[in-house]
């Protein structure tokens, strides 16, 4: 259940990646314009998109922490998956922008000037993401976050970026300049595939995939597990959001009393409730001997 101090957590950890894209943006981009560095002026364009990104977080992936209203009633669990999977669009636009301005200095070359600022412009842009990296990983160890998780993977993808710009900078410092392009074109690869995979995971998130065998077989146990409980079949295990749903007919006694039958669907539901990363559960109770609910209706 999230508390308010989660959600103070997130918060801070949201603002920092805001805070820390906004001043590498400045700092790259001014030094990238003084020198004429299109690698750094690249760079600095990527962070505004990636500034974009946090702020669509900090904004809208706060609603997760909202509690289940009129317009929600199962809470507010695909906002999330939601805010991630735009953070991962984000990510392979600006892979894609990255692997063109590459390929445009390949074949066109490059007129920037080197200057050891620009070293250190480079190297200031690297730590800043770094930090925002570890404290975003470390406010997200027990929120377990998905939109911190993209947020997290960006502030990586800056630093591979920024690592390929040191790249072309120490080209321009040695003399050769195609380094630039070529090392940001492999960068650009990395940054799209995994654009892509955030993308792909929160898509199944918002689509209600279907939760992996373990999850199933776990819940399946749990039921069986309860000493009145023979039989479980049509159970359903899947994604709402981030966290499962569980649909499942249980085979009982068919003499409990209407009470003693209440007592043990609750029973059941709140040890359900209570296994890691399940939201919410749907028990009916069978007759045992039925068989298949669908087929006694034949």
Known sequence: MATSDDRRRFARASWANVLGNAVKIVV??????????VALIADAAHSLADLVASIVVLVWGDTRFEDPDANHPHGHARIEPLTALFVGVVIVILGLNLLYESAQ????GTEATFSYVLLGAVAFAMVDMYLVYRYTERVNADLESIALTALAK?????LYTSAAVLVGVVGLMVGYPMLDPIA??????????????????????????AAPDEHHEDVRETLLAHSEVQGVHDLIVFYDGTVLEVEAHVEVEGDLTLREAHDLETELLETVR??????????????SGMGEWKDALE
Request: include cysteine; proline fraction near 2%; charged fraction near 15%.
């Open 274 to 287: 209570g296994l890691e990363a399940v939201g919410d559960a749907h028990v009916h109770l069978d007759p």
């Open 28 to 37: 790259e981009g001014a030094v990238g314009v003084a020198f004429g560095s």
């Open 184 to 209: 940001g074109g492999l960068v650009s690869v990395l940054v799209v595939y995994q654009g892509v995979e955030i993308g792909r995971e929160n898509v199944q998130y918002l689509v209600g995939t």
């Open 105 to 108: 200095g390949l074949l066109y």
């Open 154 to 158: 960006d502030c990586l993808n800056d």
